[in-house]
């Protein structure tokens, strides 16, 4: 039996799935060390390792419908892998089966810099996107963070902190090419159409977005692009509570400041930052804001912002608009994921993620507070506040298994928490593996059985990165 | 054999229709010539009456739901009807049956003004509710002209002239409850669920969003509100050529300019308003112009689009601050309908629906333009330009089978024009009863096949708005 040479797991199916691939498509492209590694070394989430049989690099969509048809006539899983970013545990092969890593496929086609769209295979990631259209005043603003690939964000329905202006995936994503468990290949706004808006039929578009992988691969995206603002202005502002701090988030927004971020931090998350970045920024609720704009709005912006935040009690507000400083800021922002780890060197991390109305953000952060402290967890609090949406990185030592329990019903108790505040157990990660119980809780026993027959109407037998989501 | 009233039609399915309604749920809501007066009167489009065999009037999701119950026992086609102001014949009854008229449920429920969200009946239309919300500070942008009720709005993913900046249905609605055809209740994000983001399963709110009464009935929405800007400027600028107006457009947008409106009419338009509110605009392209924000990022705002427009050949630029003035302004805009009726009295208008990159409009109006002229057509032409979206107000005599058989012709070749550059046959009004076959050269067979696919697995006796989109 073949076995796994990074985890040492065996797998079942492993030798029929590679006999199977080698017998109808040759030894090509196919690799099992590779995909276990890929596996092993970018999987971000806490969830157990659980390698596919076989790994193929399809280079072009014929391939992969040429592959994903012998998967269907095989009855191999097929699980989609882009960068493998993604928290839920969503890239896990629970049957074993075909990992299709779309790496091979990082081409940007058909740029429209008039009409400011681009499409792109899925092995582009939004930094590659980006690095592309440097030179034409143009970007792609989703940003979740980590450098995932563009189609695997659109996979899991992802943003970030740029939402609160610019919107998700969900709103930026204006056609899909994707091959469907059968391997049959749909465009799901008609090929190569890229208007701006449509009425025209169901919105297939955004069942594939956010679909994890389940309902088919994808293979290509089209994309808004927005122009890059004239002036960009940060900030950084302390509040004596949450309740500040997200008093002057919902006025901000009332005042209708078209602010481009508004990340919040708690005082254990700014602590951390500053030990991590050696910087010196009060140790207590935080917001970190950025605007985009002309000099002269920015102006405007900043000084309503200044207002309001003061009106709420907010202390050293101080503002940066050169490269140096603002990038220094949203280094510290971006590093709170190795910043919370660098609390407890040896641990590992696994980020939560729910979102609630507005309103309710203090209630839910206090408690969940609390929470953490009764239980002796560690989990520093960031979240895109404009959106109702933070996370807790839970540092946590995955050798003690008391803790791993503790970590898990605490995440529980967070997202039953969100639910009986009108929100939901998932923001921007998905619900891959992890929380299918409580995508249930969240939606009722009707509308998961609609999203279970939309399922079995695209991948009646189940291939598609099955065991996920539903 | 019972017929109908007011057209004198008769219906085959009548009898039985009514007296299954009778003997299973009572007189009581049940009405024909209410229905076909309904129908008769507030349906704008000029697609053939198809009235229905009864009207109901359930007064909360409860009766909607039984009386779903009722007709998919009986296999009663279902026809969801909100105000009747759909373009493309959505509400017809093709086959007889029974159409749901929703106005009955015209309450605004769960007003959240902090977290800027709010739910509404069926029966609560765009004026309503921007009335309801006078003292909050508070609006809900979306403006197809007529005052739509918003379910209905959600149904066929309308959007009109403040989508560029505030997007359409599709962004706006976070959460819908539907009854399904055999009168299961399901909410689309879960009951009383209302983040701003979520990734929790498929995203079903935008399934039904579009679905044009196709897949279920919307019973409640829940809407993203936004804050009504501190100030509005509104503009006019004409033009030398199409090409100088979207130039322009296009300009405006890369600028980062947040504009709120900017609307596009061709000098046959501008001639029809002109005589018809008594106005002298230059007849000449024209853009429409609306800025929101504060009076400081107005001024910037109109002085940069001003000089865009100057060196794209703009002239008579003007601009209004009063309310007064804007008012006049934008009631020429809204009134283009009657403006183009008053072009031929005696007629009747269908205003067409395409959307293509913005890049491609210069060339799809001047084409469309020489296209009207060659045919001996009426068809002022207006638009969404920010979006890529315009309609040619086709006035005709209905009297005059040449004439109609013309105009059928060319809004056939109008939206392949559309889908030749990458468009889409309708940005906005829907698909109904009159794009079928546009959708699926739109679409292609395969994506087709898997809207057929959903269709059947979420109204699998085919009773829900029979004979639309598919």
Known sequence: MLSCSVCSLQSEGLERAVAAFRSVSGDEGVSLGEAVREQHGRDESVHRCRP???????????????????????????????????????????????????????????????????????????????????DTGLWFPVDPGADASLCGMASTSASGTNAVRYGTMRENVLNLEVVLADGTIIHTAGRGRRPR??????????????????????????????????????AVCSFPSVQAAVDSTVQVLQAGVPIARIEFLDDVMIGACNSFNSLSYPVTPTLFLEFHGSSKSLEE?????????????????????????????????????????????????YSTDVCVPLSRLPQIIVETKEDLIRNNLTGPIA?????????????????????????????????????AMDGTCTGEHGVGLGKRALLREELGPMAMEVMQGLKATLDPKNLMNPGKVL
């Open 52 to 134: 596919p049989d076989v790994v193929v690099f399809p280079r072009c969509v014929e391939e992969v419908s040429a592959l994903a048809k012998i998967c269907h006539e095989h009855q191999l899983p097929i699980i989609p892998f882009g960068t493998g970013t993604g928290l839920e545990g969503g890239v896990g092969a629970l049957k074993g089966g075909v990992c299709f890593s779309l790496r091979n496929m990082d081409q940007v086609l058909d740029l429209h810099q008039e009409d400011f769209d681009v499409t792109v295979e899925p092995g582009v990631t939004r930094k590659a996107l980006n690095s592309y259209l440097r």
């Open 197 to 234: 808006k449509t009425s025209a039929g169901y919105n297939l578009t955004n069942l594939f977005v956010g679909s994890e992988g389940t309902l088919g691969i994808l293979t290509k995206a089209t994309l808004r692009l927005y122009g890059i603002p004239e002036s960009m202005v940060s």
């Open 301 to 349: 912006q900043v000084s309503i912002t200044e207002e309001i935040t003061r009106d709420n009690g907010g202390s050293d507000f101080a503002w940066a608009e050169d490269e140096e400083t603002r990038a220094k800021l949203w280094k510290a922002r971006h590093d709170a994921w190795y910043a919370s780890l660098a609390l407890r060197p040896g641990c590992k991390a």
């Open 383 to 419: 979240g895109h506040v404009g959106d109702g949406n933070f996370h807790c990185i839970m540092v946590l030592d995955p050798n003690d298994p008391d803790e791993v329990q503790r970590v898990h019903e605490f995440t529980e108790r967070l997202a039953r928490r969100a639910l």
